[in-house]
Structures are given as structure tokens and as C-alpha cells.
């Protein structure tokens, strides 16, 4: 079963290294977390082609719960969350869409056919803080969204049957971007990649 984790404890840095293709601009290392570096808004990722099967989960921490934010699994290709049509912009997302500064928000579930977005589904919440877990599961057509390990939309869909890229998109700029921690995705064996706090509680 892969397995891949970063939780970015090194030096600041405008790379995050190695591991990561950066989407849409330049993503950076700093003071232990991942986020944009660029001047303006934008539309900046990272993403990691690390696991073997396309059941598999991506789960990261966001430290500014104010400022979009998504999560991808089964990415046909790196750049397949950024928005924009495009031949392989495939694969299925979850985005968080707050407030500013209020903590009240809503976590969206897309799939995206060559850049064509189709909401899933909606989970509306309040109390977004920061270190909060977002996870995004897809396991045969079970697609499944748990917000720090409660399970928050969930979702049968069989459009998207392959692609094992996954990763994180800021939506922000260097001094305003969404700020992101322990990153990690793995392949799902069926009934031992649970987190041990989900619940049954469905949007």
C-alpha cells in the first residue's frame, strides 16, 4: 500500500521540493507550512502522483479557515483541479468556500470532466478553525468528504473511474494565502484507512 506524507518542517523555501509538481503559479515552504507565493489572487497547486491505486484517500490541515481552499483525488494529471477547460482536467474535488473572517462556510464536492465542474454536493458549517482536517476519499464509486474526521458528503459517482494524482489548491496570495500542514495520501484498503474519529453523520 503507498503512502506519502509532508508536513513541511524544513527551511522556508520557494519550492516545496521534489515530491510536488507546483500548478498555476509558485507554491512555497513557509515557517512549516505549504502556500502560495505569488503577488496577485491566484489559481496555485501542488500536486503528487505517490499512490498505486485509484481507492485512495489525500488529507491536509488548513491553518487559515478564511480562505478558499481545495483538495483533490483521482487527478487524471497534476493541473486537474485548477479551473479552465482542458483535455485531462480530471479527477474529483472538495472546496472550501468561508466567509472571511467568520469561520461559517461551505465545503463543495465537484467532478471535473475535462474541466467541466459538476457539484456533488454541499455541506454548510460554522466553527472552521485553524489545524482543522479536510479528506477527501475515493473508493470505487464511494466518494466521500470528511471535515476533522467527520463525514460531511458522501456521494455514489462512476464517471471517474481512474487517476491516482492528488494534492492541495491555495486560493490567495503570498500574504493572504490559504495556509496548508500534513499533508498525506495513500491507497485504501477496504476498512483499515478509516480515521479513527470519523463518524456516521452525513451532510
Given amino acids: 500500500m503507498a503512502t506519502f506524507t509532508d508536513d513541511f518542517n524544513r527551511a522556508n523555501s520557494t519550492s516545496l521540493g521534489a515530491d510536488w509538481t507546483e500548478i498555476g503559479g509558485t507554491a512555497a ?3 512549516g507550512n505549504a502556500l502560495a507565493c505569488e503577488n496577485g489572487w491566484g489559481n496555485v497547486g501542488a500536486s503528487c502522483n505517490k499512490v498505486a491505486s485509484t481507492d485512495h484517500y489525500a488529507v491536509a490541515q488548513i491553518y487559515t479557515p478564511n480562505i478558499n481552499f481545495q483538495v483533490m483525488v483521482r487527478g487524471a494529471q497534476a493541473d486537474a483541479m485548477l479551473s479552465g477547460a482542458g483535455s485531462g482536467k480530471t479527477c474529483y474535488h472538495v472546496e472550501l468556500s ?3 473572517g467568520t469561520g461559517s462556510g461551505a465545503a463543495t464536492m465537484y ?7 459538476t457539484s456533488l454536493g454541499t455541506a454548510n458549517d460554522t466553527g472552521y478553525v485553524s489545524g482543522d482536517t479536510f479528506r477527501l476519499e475515493a473508493e470505487g464509486t464511494a466518494i466521500r468528504f470528511l471535515r476533522a474526521g467527520s463525514q460531511r458528503i458522501a456521494v455514489t459517482d462512476t464517471q471517474i473511474t481512474s487517476g491516482t494524482w ?6 490567495g ?6 495556509a496548508v500542514d500534513n499533508f498525506t495520501t495513500a491507497d485504501i484498503t477496504s476498512g483499515t484507512n478509516a480515521p479513527a474519529e470519523a463518524s456516521a453523520a452525513t451532510a
Fill in 29 to 31: 515552504v513557509i515557517y
Fill in 98 to 100: 468561508t466567509i472571511g
Fill in 111 to 117: 467532478r471535473a470532466v475535462d474541466g467541466a465542474w
Fill in 166 to 171: 492528488t494534492g492541495v489548491k491555495f486560493q
Fill in 173 to 178: 496570495q503570498s500574504s493572504n494565502s490559504a
